[in-house]
């Protein structure tokens, strides 16, 4: 079983920069590769980006955005640059068994509470 819990939230101005932190219980956090998805108001889940359990491989949708992991403290992040009004929107990590990742929701095992991000303009 693993626990996530997401940190890092608030309101930022467009143009501002914050760093999501997901925050893991659970012995195995190195074996589960890590995804970020996001969720406006009255829309789908989105991929946002991974990375694998070694943190070798990462992918973002976003160039602005950059995820990163650190194992010996089983937490993986997100970085936000320049954040822009249309950012806003609940963001959720979560976590895969396996060595890579994948884009999908269906594809995550464990899911996060989520944190509000909200960029004003």
């Known amino acids: 079983q693993v626990q996530l819990v997401e940190s890092g939230g608030g309101l930022v101005q467009a143009g501002g920069s914050l760093r999501l932190s997901c925050a893991s219980s659970?012995?195995?956090?190195?074996?589960?590769?890590m995804g970020w998805f996001r969720q406006a108001p009255e829309k789908e889940r989105e991929f946002v980006g991974a990375i694998s359990w070694t943190g070798g491989n990462t992918y973002s949708v976003e160039g602005r955005f950059t995820i990163s992991r650190d194992n010996a403290k089983n937490t993986v992040y997100l970085q936000m640059n320049s954040l822009k009004p249309e950012d806003t929107a609940v963001y959720y990590c979560?976590?895969?068994?396996?060595?890579?990742?994948?884009?999908?929701?269906?594809?995550?095992?464990?899911w996060g509470q989520g944190t509000q991000v909200t960029v004003s303009s």
């Open positions: 979560a976590a895969k068994m396996g060595s890579y990742y994948r884009q999908k929701v269906a594809d995550y095992d464990y």
């Open positions: 659970g012995r195995a956090f190195s074996t589960y590769a």
